[in-house]
């Protein structure tokens, strides 16, 4: 991390000019910049710092309810909530269903997205206008009411959905549960997902596309090269900075949905089968008063964001982002 | 310069992310820039529109998209205006005349949701007001000034803003019923929790994004403004705040969306005072184990979405004619 400081240097000084270090000669000045971090700052250490420290820390110990209120002394596990969590095969299965449904909504979210941006750049202005005014409205719905709604249409009995399926003739699905089985569950959960975070993908890889200089498209059609031959010769190439940073964005992001699985499968599922990390760690901490293990699973979910996050510092780096 | 959604969304939209970190910004460049590529030769866009006529079969599919997509929300605001002796019969028809409002004064009245919205806007616009402040002066010191620990710090406030907030509800928690024991107004079950909460998690994400449109702001300008006598501070409240002003709003946006949404910390925080809920908890209440009154979810639901679908579409049109602007100078 410390090659950070310098990789990106030519970059900083061009946009800045030298005047800053003659003024860092008066001993105000010096002070100055400290004095606006300030604010920033004591919030930062006092409600971001302190709390991930403090989440360490209580991973240690045998944490429960008696112990919040006063009535039992604490006792120093060590690694002992980890051991418990690693050598329980519950939380593999949920680690595996976090993965799955982390991957199952970055795929959809990218797939959409980036076919629907392509389909925009080749559609009617008024067309490009009603399709980005739909994304938007997807985009700014918040997850407790997208949730609210798509449980509604696929509500068994009085949703939209099995409404319609049982009117096309398919009877079966009358009454049919769609939260009731584990994959069906998450695959709804994952749709409403979907269908919130692609409108991000959609904009930020269309506004990719029209960078692109219309000069090398025209060439390349001149060229005779194909629409497929144009995408996967020029597009992918000169989009790749965006589309690596659109993935890790979903990635972290789809890896610690709360909402959506906590309100459409009403906590984590018939009998946990729903359960995501997130969720796991909230049941285990204020379900079962279990915090220390609670905490075990957070620490053990920052550190794998971490993982992808230091994997964005290197590409960030790569693409010789200027810090 | 064209106000049309179609020029202007891309742009703001991509300025806009999703709330949890700056790729979205820095992704396509640098905010002004992308408004000059996304505006620039009109040749280009001739020709897509002439590629276009070629394709009706790609306008078909678009408008069925974008059909599909914004779907659920027409039939959140329908099954909100549809009689509840209508749904709970099943009524589920595509569309109706025999609307009513009585889901919404049922929400308003016998739910008290006024006050739950009340709560959310306090505690959102608390949020936005004072993570602004905290981040603009933070960026103003990490862009205008060098010292040694710079980059350091730059780098810090990148991973701060990766950090899964959702992991740290426990230590939280704890640290929030131990400080309301002495000061009970940011103690749990008190909307200062969730300010200071939402404060914490947004401020980052906001330097980060604040930093490029701080740095914007020539240098000569701020030469000019210290010969004509401006003391430090002066410059950064008189001048470099309106010039970010955009950007700012765009902040703001994120804080605000962010906090309005927040489900998490709302249903941990707030455990027992029913008359200090957040709008996704009061909407919550609604869902019961033997029969959902969707016409009350639906109702609230219209009415927790729509604040923000007009800020989206607000600050759409605010972000692309105040970057317009800069860039023009």
Redesign the interface.
């Known amino acids: 991390?410390t090659s950070?400081?310098t990789a990106p240097g030519a970059g900083s000084t061009s946009?800045?000019?030298p005047?800053?270090?003659r003024?860092?000669r008066t001993g105000t000045?010096?002070l100055?910049?400290?004095?606006?971090?300030l604010?920033?700052?004591a919030?930062?250490v006092?409600?971001?710092g302190?709390?991930?420290y403090?989440?360490v820390v209580?991973s240690f110990y045998d944490y429960r309810q008696a112990n919040?209120t006063g009535g039992a002394p604490l006792e120093f596990l060590g690694l002992g909530n980890y051991a418990q969590l690693f050598g329980d095969a519950k939380f593999w299965t949920v680690l595996l269903n976090t993965t799955v449904f982390a991957a199952g909504c970055v795929v959809a979210t990218l797939a959409l997205g980036s076919a629907?941006a392509v389909?925009?750049?080749?559609?009617?202005?008024?067309?490009?206008?009603?399709?980005?005014?739909?994304?938007?409205?997807?985009?700014?719905?918040?997850?407790?009411?997208?949730s609210?709604?798509?449980l509604?249409?696929f509500?068994p009995?009085?949703?939209?959905v099995n409404?319609?399926l049982v009117n096309v003739g398919l009877s079966g699905f009358a009454g049919h549960s769609w939260t009731a089985e584990k994959w069906p569950a998450f695959a709804l959960v994952g749709a409403e997902v979907v269908?919130c975070?692609f409108?991000?993908v959609l904009?930020?890889v269309?506004?990719?596309i029209?960078?692109i200089p219309?000069e090398l498209l025209?060439a390349a059609r001149l060229d005779g090269a194909s629409m497929p031959r144009i995408a996967r010769s020029i597009m992918v190439p000169m989009l790749r900075?965006?589309i690596i940073?659109?993935t890790?964005?979903s990635i972290?992001?789809d890896?610690?949905v709360?909402?959506q699985i906590?309100?459409m499968t009403?906590g984590g599922g018939i009998g946990g089968q729903n359960l995501v990390l997130?969720v796991y760690?909230?049941q285990q901490?204020?379900a079962s008063n279990l915090?220390g293990l609670?905490?075990a699973i957070?620490?053990v979910?920052?550190l794998l964001?971490?993982g992808v996050?230091l994997v964005?510092?290197r590409l960030l780096r790569r693409s010789g982002?200027v810090? | 310069m064209s106000t049309?959604?179609?020029a202007g969304?891309?742009?703001a939209?991509?300025s806009v992310?999703?709330g949890?970190?700056p790729?979205?910004v820095?992704?396509?460049?640098s905010p002004d820039a992308?408004v000059t590529?996304?505006r620039g030769?009109t040749?280009?866009a001739g020709?897509?529109?002439r590629?276009?006529?070629k394709?009706p079969g790609?306008?078909a599919?678009?408008?069925l998209?974008?059909?599909v997509?914004?779907f659920?929300?027409y039939?959140?605001v329908l099954?909100a205006l549809r009689p509840q002796a209508a749904?709970?019969a099943?009524d589920?028809t595509l569309f109706t005349t025999d609307l009513t409002l009585d889901s919404f004064v049922r929400v308003l009245t016998v739910n008290d949701f006024g006050r739950f919205f009340l709560n959310s806007l306090v505690v959102a616009l608390a949020v936005v007001v004072l993570s602004t402040?905290?981040?603009f002066?933070?960026s103003?010191?990490?862009t205008?000034?060098?010292?040694r620990s710079?980059?350091?710090?730059?780098?810090i406030v990148?991973?701060?803003q990766?950090?899964?907030i959702?992991?740290?509800?426990?230590?939280?928690?704890?640290?929030f019923r131990n400080m309301g024991a002495s000061v009970p107004a940011i103690g749990l079950n008190q909307l200062g929790s969730l300010v200071?909460?939402h404060?914490?998690?947004s401020?980052?994400f906001a330097?980060w994004m604040l930093r490029g449109f701080v740095?914007a702001v020539p240098?000569e300008l701020?030469?000019a403004a210290r010969i004509d006598g401006a003391k430090?501070f002066r410059f950064?409240r008189s001048i470099l705040f309106p010039l970010v002003f955009p950007g700012v709003v765009a902040v703001s946006v994120f804080s605000f969306?962010s906090t309005?949404?927040d489900?998490?910390f709302a249903k941990?925080f707030i455990i027992s005072a029913q008359e200090n809920q957040t709008?996704?908890l009061a909407?919550?209440t609604f869902?019961k184990d033997d029969q959902?009154d969707?016409g009350a979810?639906?109702a609230?639901?219209?009415i927790?979405?729509v604040p923000?679908?007009i800020?989206?579409?607000l600050v759409?049109r605010h972000l692309v004619s105040g970057l317009a602007g800069a860039v023009k100078g």
């Open positions: 991390m950070l400081t946009a800045r000019p005047r800053p270090a003024r860092s000045s010096r100055e910049p400290w004095v606006y971090l604010p920033a700052a919030i930062l006092g409600l971001l302190y709390p991930l403090q989440l209580t919040v629907l389909l925009a750049t080749r559609v009617s202005r008024w067309v490009r206008s009603v399709l980005f005014l739909a994304a938007l409205g997807a985009w700014a719905t918040p997850a407790m009411t997208g609210a709604v798509w509604f249409l509500d009995t009085l949703g939209l409404k319609t269908w975070s409108p991000f904009v930020t269309y506004a990719g029209l960078a219309s025209e900075p965006i940073i659109v890790i964005q972290i992001w890896f610690k709360f909402t906590y309100v009403n997130n760690s909230y901490a204020f915090y609670g905490s957070g620490v979910m920052t964001l971490l996050t964005y510092l982002e810090l | 049309s959604i179609t969304m891309p742009d939209g991509a992310g999703r949890t970190s790729s979205a820095r992704g396509t460049g992308e590529t996304a030769g040749g280009a020709a897509r529109r590629r276009a006529w394709n790609s306008n599919v678009a408008l998209v974008a059909l997509v914004a659920p929300l039939w959140m099954s749904i709970d099943g589920a402040i905290c981040a002066l933070a103003v010191a990490l205008r000034y060098r010292f710079r980059t350091t710090l730059l780098v990148l991973i701060a990766m950090v899964p959702e992991a740290l509800t426990i230590p939280l928690f704890f640290l200071l909460v404060l914490a998690f401020i980052p330097i740095a240098v701020e030469e430090s950064v969306i309005w949404n489900f998490l941990t709008l996704p909407i919550l869902f959902n969707w979810i639906m609230g639901s219209v927790m979405t923000v679908l800020f989206f579409v759409q």
